[in-house]
Every structure is written in structure tokens, then in C-alpha cells.
């Protein structure tokens, strides 16, 4: 590991930041289906993957902790809607099975990409963190993928639920690729993945998904990261709800 | 299901003969073998009841997810939350080796038909309520889970070895928390007595009436399917969570408990007018857990259609 300038430094902690918060949201998300699902298979098989999300997640945030000793749990249960880094796909509020297979499948191309990439970064504990989360995130875009085909391909009632998924998601995926600003330190130093050569390679492998699936990307021009809906503060009261009532307690 | 039943309409004296020297012998009885047509019914209402309790109980618990105060906590209640799913599915799983469908029983289930645990229709109010099911409620459950385990019918004793290794982790994460309290703030051992007074009775009585007024246990223990009566069971789950309870200096909402000669935890009189105003859904969350279940269900149909729909498509173009 070589030694990082402050800049590199401050480029880490905000995209570490940015990706925790992503699959903080998106696991809580997926976790309002646990006991709700359509079948028993899919309580199971989503709850998993919001386990992987959040486990995720959780490393990002010990990671960030390593640079600047911050403590996950604050970070998590003691920021405002203004604090969060997400991208507002991921706290979009969870909808039908439709839009949350539509979500969960553009969300793990493009997290599997990144991580695919960030196994090569010069930061080494990042580019492990990577390579682990990787082996589940496989799994997980498996998953979706066959979802999103079965959906698009089955009645035309669940097609129209498909296609008017994608059409309300398909702007904020994209903005999951806008550039962050105080991260090129990072990206020229081979730190961290260029979002841009990332979306270069999303957008060919879920397009074609798409075609085959018989589904049209729409035309959108991408919801910039910053940019949060009224969604957040409601999901963070929940959230943090419990922590924030008892504000001394610091251990649960 | 009827149709297996009709078929067994028949049975011989040797036959029965032979199946209670096998049970005798302790010998599993396994999906393929011949038994009587009431073995079968009484294993598949047990078995359904069982699963059901599973997908219900995946509800109180469930609702705090969203509010885990910690990303561990969050993390393992995500985590026991599907366990029971899981469980759901694999006793279903049993169930049908008995010729039932999973349909027919998940439709009893949500028209109200069939039972599940009356334990799931108590409401959880706080967030120390998660650690005190999973200390209580898991706790009661693994009594009876490893009698079952012990059972006469293979697919079923073999589900409970699996359901029970799970159920201990459930156990253990739910003491952890309640003993973290107990030892913690003012506030956290406020939450922590307040969820024990709320629980304890309910536990107790979740094990089911006392052996005297238990309509199927003569012919449940005569075929191994219960090796153990509930007052046994009970008495069990009294010797080893009473002192644990109270050495954290928690109060237990029975006045009249006290120890033996022996050693056992004797508890006072038990209000089986609740339990049983709780199993016929007139005091507790039966009609809640009840219209979440079919909302779920209802939501989902149109999903399962898709699922049906892209199968045969899939079906067909193999065919092609």
C-alpha cells in the first residue's frame, strides 16, 4: 500500500462513503419484501441479497474507518437526509416485485462492474473488499437477470409492469455513473474505478439483456447524484428511529 | 391427499401390527412406507401447523428490520428472519412427502382454516421485544423442536435437526441482547424488564395445555410423533431459563413461582382463558397476521402468473 496524499485520501473516504450508502439503502429496501414476497423462495432468496448488500456496505464503512476513524454505526444512524451520498435509485421507495427486480438488476451490473474493476486498485485493502463482494454480487445479477426475463417475458400484464419499471428507473441508474466531484485524485492515482469507463461497459451488457428480454432502454438523461427525493427523510426516520430515541445509548 | 387417504381406507390388523413394532423398534417410518391413514393426518396438521407458525411468525419480527438500532443487529435479524422463511419451506417440503400439496395447505392457512402458533398474535411494541422472542419464544421452541426431533417420521425428525442447529443461533442472539440490556443503561434494562413481563406468560403457555387437557397427545406419543408430554417439555424450558432470567436481576411476572424439592421451577396457575381467546384470533393480531398473509399473497399472484407463463413459454420453445 503506498502512502496517500490527502487528496487521494478525501477521493477514498467520499466514494467508500457513496457506496456504502447505496447498499445501505438498497438492502433496506429489498428488506421490506422479507415476509411479504410473492413466494416463499423469494422471502429467502431477496433477504439474502439484502444481507450481501448491507454486509457490503458495513465493509465500505470499516474501510472508511481505517482513513479517518470514522464509526460506521454514526455514519449509518446519525446523519441526515443531507448527509447521505446515495444515488436516489436506492431509496426509491421499494414499489411492486416489478421495480424492484428492474432496480436490483441495473443496480448489480453496474456494482459488479465496479467491483470487478476496483480489484486492480493500488489501494490493496479496497481492491480484497472488491474481490469479495464480487463472488456474491455474481450471484446476485444471476438472480435479477433471469427475474427481469421472466417478468418482461411472461404475461402482458407483467410485461407492462416491467417496461413501466424500467421507464421510471432508467434515469437514476444512470446517474449511478455522474462524476463525483473531489474523486479524480483518486481515479488518476489508480485508486479508484473511472465511472465512465464503468457505464462503458454497463450499458452494452444491460442493454442487451434488455433486448433479449424484449425491453427498450428509454432515452433519459441521468438523475445527478446529490439529487435526493422526498423518499430519504421519511426512510431515515425509520431507519434511525430507534438509535435516535435512545441518544446516549451507544451500545446495542 | 384424499386420494391416498382413500386408497389406505383398509387397514388390516397385521398392519398396524407391523407398523407399531417398527415404531417400538425405533425405527423411522419414511415417506414410501405403509402407514395408518391417521399417522398421516395427524403428521401433515402437525407438520402444515408447524410450517405456518414459521411463515407467520416471520411477521412480528420482521416489522423491525426497517428499525434495527445497530448495522449488526439489522444484519442478524435480516438474517433470522429468513432462517424461518426457510424453515417454512422445508416443513412444507415434509408436508407434501405425506402426499399433501403446498397450495391446499398454504390456502387452509390463509382462509383462516388452519392453526398456526398463537404466540405470532402478540404484538412486539419495542425493540427489545426481538431479543426476548429469540431468547423466550426460540427457546420454548427448541424444547419441543428437539423432542420432535426424536419423532417416528424421517422427513420430519430430519427437518428438526436442521431447524434446531438454526434455532440455537436465534436463542443465543436473542439471550445476547437481553443480557446486554439487563447489564446496560437505565433505559436498556427498562426495555429489557418491560419486554420479559410482556413475553413470559406467553411463552410458558406456547407449549401447549397441560398434559391433561391435550386432545391429541395419546395417540401422537403411542407412534412417536411426541416422545415427550407438554408439561415435560415445559418443565424443561423452566429449569433453564428461570435462573438465567433472574441472575440478570430481571423480574418474572409470576408470583407464585418457586423451586421444588427437586430442583424444577414450579409455575403459578396459568391463564388459559387468554391462550385460548388468542388461538381463536379473539384477543391478539390473528385477523392482522392474517390479512398481511393474504395481502402478500394477493400482491404476489400476478407475479406467479408471469412465473407460470414464462415457464411454458420456455417449455414450448424447447418443444419447437
Request: contains cysteine.
Amino acid at each position: 500500500m503506498t502512502d496517500l496524499t490527502s487528496e487521494q485520501t478525501q477521493a477514498l473516504i467520499l466514494r467508500l462513503t457513496v457506496l456504502a450508502d447505496d447498499e445501505l439503502l438498497l438492502s433496506h429496501r429489498d428488506a421490506e419484501w422479507t415476509g411479504h414476497a410473492p413466494i416463499l423462495e423469494e422471502d429467502i432468496a431477496l433477504a439474502n441479497i439484502a444481507q450481501d448488500e448491507l454486509g457490503h456496505a458495513m465493509g465500505w464503512l470499516d474501510l472508511r474507518k481505517t482513513l479517518d476513524g470514522s464509526d460506521p454505526d454514526g455514519l449509518a444512524f446519525r446523519r441526515g437526509p443531507d448527509e447521505f451520498r446515495n444515488s436516489a435509485l436506492t431509496e426509491l421507495p421499494k414499489g411492486d416485485w416489478a421495480f424492484t427486480m428492474v432496480r436490483q438488476y441495473l443496480f448489480d451490473a453496474y456494482e459488479a462492474l465496479w467491483q470487478d474493476a476496483a480489484k486492480a486498485s493500488t489501494h490493496t485493502p479496497l481492491a480484497q473488499a472488491a474481490a469479495l463482494a464480487l463472488r456474491e454480487e455474481r450471484f446476485h445479477l444471476q438472480h435479477t437477470a433471469a427475474w427481469v426475463e421472466r417478468l418482461a417475458l411472461g404475461t402482458p400484464e407483467s410485461e407492462r409492469r416491467t417496461r413501466a419499471a424500467l421507464q421510471a428507473v432508467w434515469p437514476y441508474a444512470l446517474g449511478l455513473f455522474e462524476p463525483l466531484e473531489g474523486e479524480q485524485a483518486g481515479i488518476e492515482a489508480g485508486l479508484l474505478p473511472d465511472p465512465t469507463q464503468i457505464k462503458a461497459r454497463w450499458l452494452p451488457l444491460v442493454t442487451a439483456h434488455l433486448t433479449r428480454c424484449g425491453l427498450t432502454p428509454p432515452g433519459a438523461e441521468p438523475v445527478a447524484r446529490g439529487t435526493h427525493t422526498e423518499h430519504l427523510a421519511l426512510l431515515l426516520a425509520e431507519f434511525q428511529g430507534v438509535n435516535r430515541q435512545y441518544a446516549e445509548m451507544t451500545a446495542w | 391427499m384424499t386420494a391416498t387417504l382413500k386408497t389406505q381406507a383398509a387397514e388390516t390388523a397385521e398392519q398396524h401390527a407391523a407398523f407399531e413394532a417398527r415404531i417400538v423398534r425405533g425405527e423411522k417410518i419414511e415417506p414410501g412406507d405403509w402407514m395408518p391413514a391417521e399417522y398421516r393426518r395427524q403428521l401433515i396438521r402437525m407438520i402444515s401447523q408447524h410450517a405456518h407458525s414459521e411463515v407467520v411468525g416471520m411477521l412480528p419480527e420482521g416489522e423491525w428490520i426497517s428499525r434495527a438500532p445497530s448495522l449488526r443487529r439489522k444484519l442478524i435479524l435480516m438474517a433470522k428472519v429468513q432462517d424461518e422463511a426457510g424453515h417454512g419451506q422445508y416443513l412444507y417440503h415434509a408436508a407434501e412427502t405425506l402426499g399433501a400439496a403446498r397450495e391446499e395447505l398454504v390456502d387452509a392457512l390463509l382462509s383462516g382454516k388452519a392453526k398456526y402458533s398463537s404466540i405470532f398474535n402478540y404484538p412486539t411494541e419495542s425493540w427489545a421485544d426481538v431479543g426476548m422472542i429469540g431468547w423466550l419464544v426460540d427457546g420454548a421452541a427448541i424444547k419441543n423442536q428437539t423432542m420432535l426431533a426424536g419423532c417416528s417420521y424421517g422427513p420430519y425428525s430430519r427437518a428438526m435437526v436442521r431447524i434446531c442447529s438454526e434455532e440455537t443461533f436465534h436463542h443465543k442472539q436473542g439471550k445476547e441482547m437481553i443480557v446486554q440490556y439487563a447489564q446496560g443503561t437505565p433505559e436498556q434494562r427498562a426495555l429489557a424488564q418491560d419486554a420479559l413481563t410482556r413475553w413470559w406468560w406467553p411463552s410458558v403457555m406456547m407449549l401447549g395445555p397441560h398434559d391433561k387437557d391435550s386432545t391429541n397427545s395419546g395417540v401422537m406419543s403411542n407412534w412417536g410423533i411426541k416422545t415427550k408430554s407438554n408439561d415435560q417439555v415445559r418443565q424443561e424450558y423452566l429449569n433453564e431459563h428461570v435462573p438465567e432470567l433472574l441472575e440478570l436481576g430481571l423480574t418474572l411476572p409470576d408470583a407464585d413461582l418457586h423451586q421444588d424439592a427437586d430442583g424444577n421451577w414450579i409455575h403459578g396457575p396459568i391463564n388459559w382463558d387468554e391462550f385460548w381467546a388468542v388461538v381463536k384470533g379473539q384477543m391478539g393480531l390473528n385477523k392482522e397476521r392474517l390479512a398481511t398473509r393474504n395481502a402478500a399473497h394477493d400482491d404476489g399472484a400476478w407475479v406467479r402468473e408471469a412465473m407460470l407463463a414464462y415457464g411454458e413459454r420456455q417449455r414450448a420453445q424447447a418443444a419447437d
